[in-house]
């Protein structure tokens, strides 16, 4: 048996969003867009006409909203093809030059949000609460600026070719990631 082969350096490397993203756009759209939508159809009677179509119409836009996220969650693909990043989304397809991107950073929002929610608080307060945010990190691919071109979920897949993608990066820029 033999083990596949690194890509070749100018090989194409495409990554894709996790299945869970489009998945939760869809679960979290039911979840607060069915009862407006429901609420709206089959309310009490004696509801004023406009309470009832302003829920129906909130809850159609909602679902609608997170449906049209789900789908660019979906079909969005990055794929790196040596000098050039394609960022194929089912509604706005876009290039980056990889010779704009002047640095990669590692950001960790779940800290960020931390830090903020924590904002005030004793360091007793702080020690004894417990986080239940889930682990957002993204590679964000800055200009000479430091403005942000790109952001890569950690968890898009598959995740070896995510990390050549970002070797890749790394040894184009000359830097290494940083910590945001």
């Known amino acids: 048996m033999t083990l596949p082969s690194a890509p070749s350096a100018g ?9 869970e ?8 759209g039911a ?3 069915l009862p407006l939508v429901l609420g709206g ?5 004696d509801a004023p006409l406009w309470k009832r179509l302003g829920a129906l119409a909130l809850g159609l836009i909602w679902m ?6 789900a789908l660019g969650n979906r079909g969005r693909k990055v ?14 397809s876009r290039r980056i030059s990889v010779g704009e991107v002047h640095r990669v950073v590692r950001e960790d929002l779940r800290q960020k949000f931390k830090e903020v929610d924590e904002f005030g608080m004793s360091r007793r307060q702080k020690f ?11 590679f964000v691919l800055l200009d000479a600026q430091g403005g942000e071109l790109l952001r890569l979920d950690e968890n ?10 970002l070797d890749r990066l790394h040894a184009s820029t000359g830097s290494s990631i940083a910590e945001a």
């Open 11 to 19: 090989a194409p490397l495409a990554v894709r969003q996790p299945a």
């Open 21 to 28: 993203a489009w998945k939760a756009n869809l679960f979290w």
């Open 31 to 33: 979840v607060f867009g």
């Open 41 to 45: 159809l089959f309310g009490p009677e």
């Open 64 to 69: 609608a909203f997170m449906i049209r996220t």
């Open 79 to 92: 794929v790196h093809e040596g000098a050039s990043i394609l960022v194929a989304d089912p509604f706005v």
């Open 128 to 138: 004894e609460r417990m986080s239940t945010l889930p682990r957002m990190v993204y």
């Open 156 to 165: 898009m897949e598959p995740k070896e070719v995510l990390h050549q993608i």
